[in-house]
């Protein structure tokens, strides 16, 4: 299944023979102090610039059919972010994994979000629509 939208990516993970679990880690574009004109330019046209995760959750994909159910509960948490980084998790025998089986592959994620080790994700703005990033 390609997936062009959040909703084709929500349908995808319903769709898979085992039940998943979703990854989200939020990030926040940001420039660094001693950013030069050009690059503080360049972050103005949404070009450049670093990504900082500042919030990682996992979620069902029915707890999430919704963009807006995302943002609504980051909203509640006063933490303001950019960019959403989503992978899914695969779980076994029937059951989905849980949170706690989520929290290294969160860790992990982040840590390559840090690196600029994005491709592996699917990328979604604030207005969860896909995006492309490159490093």
């Given at each position: ?11 995808a993970a319903q769709q898979q023979e085992e039940p998943q679990r979703l990854l989200f880690v939020l990030a926040k ?107």
């Open positions: 299944m390609v997936i062009e939208s959040y909703t084709d990516l929500i349908k574009a940001e420039l660094p102090d001693d950013a030069t004109a050009s690059q503080k330019s360049n972050f103005a046209a949404q070009q450049g610039g670093a990504l900082d995760p500042v919030l990682c959750v996992d979620k069902l994909p029915e707890e999430v059919t919704e963009f807006s159910t995302l943002l609504e509960e980051s909203a509640r948490t006063g933490v303001e972010w950019d960019i959403a980084f989503i992978a899914s998790m695969s779980g076994r025998a029937g059951q989905a994994p849980s949170s706690d089986e989520a929290d290294q592959p969160l860790t992990l994620m982040v840590n390559k979000v840090k690196a600029g080790s994005i491709a592996d994700f699917v990328t979604v703005n604030k207005q969860g629509e896909l995006i492309q990033l490159f490093a």
